[in-house]
């Protein structure tokens, strides 16, 4: 049990959805790219804004899951030792969420 254990703990929360983050990730790349061809081309300016906004909500998306997959795994299992890991890892997991609410 222990081996297993310690297998968990070293790795990162989102790893059981890395292809899913990764996927998301392609896909908000793509739209960067239309964005930026969008400007190229001199598409109309709400177009652009429209774009951006579903850019923006895409990332910050993606940045909500990871948030919450730090959460539940990594700030848990610090808690769960104890010590000064569980509040570095609060403390990250504050910090992260005041970069959030500010973007």
């Known amino acids: ?33 239309g964005i930026s061809r969008m400007v190229d081309e001199e598409k109309y300016c709400i177009d652009i804004l429209t774009q951006i906004s579903a850019l923006t909500s895409a990332l910050q998306a993606v940045g909500l899951g990871l948030l919450d997959d730090h959460l539940s795994h990594c700030v ?6 104890d010590g000064p890991e569980a509040q570095e890892k609060l403390k990250e997991a504050s910090d992260a969420i005041a970069r959030l609410v500010k973007s």
């Open 1 to 33: 049990m222990d081996a297993v254990q310690d297998t968990h703990e070293s790795t990162h929360g989102y790893i059981t959805d890395k292809e899913k983050y990764l996927q998301r990730l392609k896909r908000i790349e793509g739209q960067a790219r």
């Open 76 to 81: 848990v299992d610090a808690a769960r030792k």
